[in-house]
């Protein structure tokens, strides 16, 4: 059964600071998805990984895929303020159903 | 726009009701999905479908069940609502580009007294 863990669960950081999520998978999924919710929102696609080695960047997120390690890294460059926020990161439980199975999400918190 | 809503978004009830919730798109995917968001616990998958009467079980299915009698409507139905199915609950469809990507619905917030 895939389970899917994030760390940290919560982030503090300064603006101008620079950090990475974690986020880590238990068994085989070929594809890893990245996930934002602001508060009392929906959850906004980030980013879609879908091979080893594959990286995505936008902005001030970058996202990264390791399948054989089982981990995806979203890293903060320079944090401002407007990327305090909820980060998912999802893998795929079923390739052929579709269903995607959730860490618990990490809440950063960006101060000025 | 993933052309999906939700209704109603918000709803008090009282423990013992039966509740359903509705899930509406606009575009004709096949694959529909019902999870519950708790804090501590991200989001996990109730129930989904692949098509029409074609539904099948998630992580937490116990105390829920569910319709899709046309391709539009996914219904997620609490036969008797109980305190620990407060939660908010995001209906979501894959994305039409085939990378697996879900787009999410505004949730429906459920509070059970």
């Known amino acids: 059964e895939l389970k899917v863990e994030q760390n940290p669960l919560f982030l503090s950081m300064q603006e101008g600071k620079n950090y990475t999520i974690y986020c880590n998978y238990s068994?085989?999924?070929?594809?890893l998805y990245w996930y934002r919710q602001d508060p009392g929102k929906s959850l906004e696609s980030l980013f879609v990984?879908?091979?080893?080695?594959a990286v995505k960047q936008e902005g001030r997120l970058m996202a990264s895929l390791d399948t054989k390690a089982r981990l995806s890294t979203l890293h903060i460059t320079a944090a401002v303020h407007d990327l305090s926020a909820t980060y998912f990161c999802?893998?795929?439980?079923?390739?052929?159903?579709?269903?995607?199975?959730f860490g618990q999400g990490t809440t950063l918190q960006v101060k000025p | 726009d993933a052309g999906i809503t939700q209704s109603p978004r918000h709803k008090v009830t009282e423990t013992g009701t039966p509740v359903t919730l509705r899930c509406h798109q606009t575009e004709n995917h096949r694959y529909m999905y019902w999870y519950r968001q708790d804090p501590g616990h991200g989001l996990r998958l109730i129930h989904y479908?692949?098509?029409?009467?074609?539904?099948d079980k998630g992580e937490v299915s116990d105390g829920y069940s569910v319709s899709r009698s046309k391709t539009e409507d996914f219904l997620l139905t609490l036969e008797s609502a109980t305190s620990s199915q407060t939660s908010v609950y995001f209906c979501?469809?894959?994305?039409?580009?085939?990378?697996?990507?879900?787009?999410f619905g505004e949730g429906s917030r459920l509070t059970v007294l």
């Open positions: 068994t085989t999924s070929d594809r």
């Open positions: 479908s692949y098509g029409v009467k074609d539904t």
């Open positions: 999802a893998a795929h439980g079923s390739s052929n159903t579709g269903k995607l199975i």
């Open positions: 979501a469809i894959t994305s039409s580009a085939n990378t697996g990507e879900l787009f």
């Open positions: 990984l879908l091979s080893n080695g």
